[in-house]
């Protein structure tokens, strides 16, 4: 099992930068792939972005690249979502979370962090 913890998450004007954290611990090696999705009320979860947690290679969606930055600390087993020029659209509970390399979904979850953004 997996325990996924994160942080960061708050109230920003459009325009500004928040740093997200998520912790990882327990069965870590599981946890190949990790990612940052979100889910803005009465929508779906979608996907942010992600990182192969052994090769450091990273992805985005359209909507955030140029924008956010996924990033990773292994000797911390943490990893970051450093979020930029933010725009009200982004408003959104973040979650974290990870599967392993040759699952199809994400199967340990944080409980997530509230990011709000006024404009």
């Known amino acids: 099992q997996v325990l996924l913890v994160e942080s960061g998450g708050g109230l920003v004007q459009a325009g500004g930068s928040l740093r997200l954290s998520c912790v990882a611990s327990?069965?870590?090696?599981?946890?190949?792939?990790r990612g940052w999705f979100r889910q803005a009320p009465g929508k779906e979860r979608e996907f942010v972005a992600g990182?192969?947690?052994?090769?450091?290679?990273?992805y985005y969606a359209d909507s955030v690249k140029g924008r956010f930055i996924i990033s990773k600390d292994n000797a911390k087993n943490t990893m970051y979502l450093q979020m930029n020029s933010l725009k009200a659209e982004d408003t959104a509970v973040y979650y974290c979370g990870t599967r392993g390399r040759s699952a199809r979904t994400y199967d340990y979850w944080g409980q997530g962090t509230q990011v709000t953004v006024s404009s």
């Open positions: 327990g069965r870590t090696s599981s946890a190949y792939f």
């Open positions: 990182i192969a947690w052994s090769e450091g290679t990273t």
